[in-house]
T-cell receptor
Framework: GNSVTQMEGPVTLSEEAFLTINCTYTATGYPSLFWYVQYPGEGLQLLLK?????DKGSNKGFEATYRKETTSFHLEKGSVQVSDSAVYFCALSDPIRGSSASKIIFGSGTRLSIRP | IAGITQAPTSQILAAGRRMTLRCTQDMRHNAMYWYRQDLGLGLRLIHYSNTAGTTGKGEVPDGYSVSRANTDDFPLTLASAVPSQTSVYFC????????????FGQGTRLTVV
C-alpha cells in the first residue's frame, strides 16, 4: 500500500538557517501530497499541499515540490525562525479499499527546534 | 469559531473501563476520521466515516468502535480500555470523500493505567 518516509529528527538549527526536511513516498496512481505542522500542545494544521506532479506548494515561507520522478516532496525554507519550532509531518492521500473515500497517510514526523 | 471540538482534553482511565471520546464539527463536512498519535509512529487511522450513517475501519480498529448518527458528531468508544490504548487521539474532518485536506481537533490525551 501507499506509504510515506520522512527524515528522522530531531533537527536543531540556528535562526535564519536553511531548512530541508526530506520526504519520499510510495504510491500507486497520483496521490495528493501534504505537509502538516503540529505546534506544541496543538492539533495538526495543513501547511501546504500539491495535487499533481511538478506542482509547488508554498505557505509561510515554506515550499515543497511534487517530484514524481524521484517520488519526493521535500520541505524547504530559506530562513527559519524560532516560531517555526514544531513537529512536521509529510503525508499523502490514499484511497480506502472498497470505498469511494480516501484517508491521509502520515509519516512519523520530524521535530524541528530553532535556536535564537 | 468554526472547527472541530474534542472532549475531554485529557483523561486518566483505569484498565477495563469504558470510555467515549467526543468529537463535534460545525463545518458541515461529510468525512470524519479518528487517528491516534504515538511517538515515532506518526498518526494512524482508527476509523473513518464518509457521511452520516456510514463508518469504516482504518489501520488500527481493534478495541475501538464509532458511530455517525448525524453530520456533526463522531464519537469514539473504547469498550474495555487497555494500557496499549494510551495515546493522543485526534479527530479530523474533510469536506468530501476525496480528502484533499483534513482539519484536526486539538486532541485528547488518554492514559490507561
Amino acid at each position: 500500500g501507499n506509504s510515506v518516509t520522512q527524515m528522522e529528527g530531531p533537527v536543531t538549527l540556528s535562526e535564519e538557517a536553511f531548512l530541508t526536511i526530506n520526504c519520499t513516498y510510495t504510491a500507486t496512481g497520483y496521490p495528493s501530497l501534504f505537509w502538516y505542522v503540529q505546534y506544541p500542545g496543538e492539533g495538526l494544521q495543513l501547511l501546504l499541499k500539491a495535487t499533481k506532479a511538478d506542482d509547488k506548494g508554498s505557505n509561510k515561507g515554506f515550499e515543497a515540490t511534487y517530484r514524481k520522478e524521484t517520488t519526493s516532496f521535500h520541505l524547504e525554507k530559506g530562513s527559519v525562525q524560532v516560531s517555526d519550532s514544531a513537529v512536521y509531518f509529510c503525508a499523502l492521500s490514499d484511497p480506502i479499499r472498497g470505498s469511494s473515500a480516501s484517508k491521509i497517510i502520515f509519516g512519523s514526523g520530524t521535530r524541528l527546534s530553532i535556536r535564537p | 469559531i468554526a472547527g472541530i471540538t474534542q472532549a475531554p482534553t485529557s483523561q486518566i482511565l483505569a484498565a477495563g473501563r469504558r470510555m467515549t471520546l467526543r468529537c463535534t464539527q460545525d463545518m458541515r463536512h461529510n468525512a470524519m476520521y479518528w487517528y491516534r498519535q504515538d511517538l515515532g509512529l506518526g498518526l494512524r487511522l482508527i476509523h473513518y466515516s464518509n457521511t452520516a450513517g456510514t463508518t469504516g475501519k482504518g489501520e488500527v480498529p481493534d478495541g475501538y468502535s464509532v458511530s455517525r448518527a448525524n453530520t456533526d458528531d463522531f464519537p469514539l468508544t473504547l469498550a474495555s480500555a487497555v494500557p496499549s490504548q494510551t495515546s493522543v487521539y485526534f479527530c479530523a474532518s474533510s469536506p468530501d470523500r476525496s480528502s484533499t485536506e483534513a482539519f484536526f481537533g486539538q486532541g485528547t490525551r488518554l492514559t490507561v493505567v
